[in-house]
């Protein structure tokens, strides 16, 4: 005689979160049961806190036509930091000026009284011959008047937010600093004793890297044209106006963005960094070049 067989309730799932939750759901992931306190609906089935947290760290940036992120050229943070800084300074320059610093005077209305952060921080050949190459760099930041400034900040305005979220914030960056250095390298080969300063050398650059950006992308350049045509009229025309700086950064803007937009997809990144580096090692050399011809004349 034998005794019959007997089987025991099979064990209930409980939420590995919840230990005193049963459950029959489980993350399509990981397969743990889930409550219904922790299931993150998905695109088929469930899934876990701690799935859906790693999916969320693993999912790749959204790349802009360029190579740059595109989510982060969205929020024009670094146009609104360059003009931020800018007007930081201006604010400086209004301190140690006052009335004569803001507003136009002698034979340009662009041009107010030189007070003394421009002469520090501006372009000036002996200066920068004499080891004060940082000037290379500050004098974007210098504006003679309130006009001055105010013309650069909304041209930067409009061409730094199209061009920072088709690059992306890194390389549109290092465009507006190589491109505003290029304009003012410029201006240190063909001048001796002249001041020259503001966003306009890197302005002009964008102009420039917005046509090819433009022609990359199928997008109408005449417009970009007419602008830089209009604005090379207005550099000529208007005393005071530093022609050269602007044709400097317009050409060293017109390369980088050549480089940029037309980098080949397979190696786009390198062959960008191999532009921009490229670009600032000529200007490097340049500036060199220059001081050596100025110390030995």
């Given amino acids: 005689m034998t005794e019959p067989q007997t089987t025991g309730s099979p064990t209930v799932p409980v939420c590995y979160r919840h230990p005193g939750r049963e459950t029959y759901v489980r993350c399509v992931r990981c397969n743990r049961p889930i409550c219904p306190d922790c299931m993150n609906a998905a695109s088929v089935g469930f899934q876990c806190p701690e799935c859906v947290a790693q999916g969320k760290r693993t999912v790749r940036q959204p790349q802009g036509a360029f190579g740059g992120s595109h989510r982060a050229g969205d929020r024009g943070y670094a146009t609104i930091t360059l003009i931020a800084v800018n007007v930081l300074v201006y604010v400086l320059i209004l301190v140690g000026g006052g009335l004569g610093a803001a507003i136009g005077s002698g034979s340009s209305f662009l041009a107010g009284a030189?007070?003394?952060?421009?002469?520090?921080?501006?372009?000036?050949?002996?200066?920068?011959?004499?080891?004060?190459?940082?000037?290379?760099?500050?004098?974007?930041?210098?504006?003679?008047?309130?006009?001055?400034?105010?013309?650069?900040?909304?041209?930067?305005?409009?061409?730094?937010?199209?061009l920072e979220r088709a690059l992306g914030p890194a390389r549109f960056v290092a465009l507006y600093f190589i491109a505003g250095i290029g304009g003012n390298v410029a201006c240190y080969l063909f001048t001796d004793r002249t001041l020259s300063g503001g966003a306009s050398t890197a302005v002009f650059g964008l102009f420039a890297a917005m046509f090819f950006v433009n022609r990359k992308l199928n997008l109408s350049s005449s417009s970009v044209v007419v602008l830089i045509v209009i604005n090379l009229v207005f550099s000529f025309l208007v005393p005071g106006i530093s022609i050269i700086g602007h044709i400097g950064g317009l050409i060293t803007g017109g390369v980088l963005g050549l480089g940029l937009a037309y980098a080949p997809r397979s190696a786009r990144t390198p062959v960008q960094i191999a532009v921009l580096g490229g670009v600032l090692l000529v200007l490097i050399l340049l500036t060199v070049g220059r001081t050596a011809q100025l110390l030995t004349a």
């Fill in 114 to 162: 030189t007070t003394g952060l421009e002469l520090k921080l501006g372009v000036f050949s002996p200066a920068i011959a004499d080891g004060q190459y940082y000037r290379l760099i500050t004098a974007m930041f210098v504006h003679f008047s309130i006009l001055h400034i105010a013309m650069n900040m909304y041209v930067l305005w409009v061409l730094g937010r199209y």
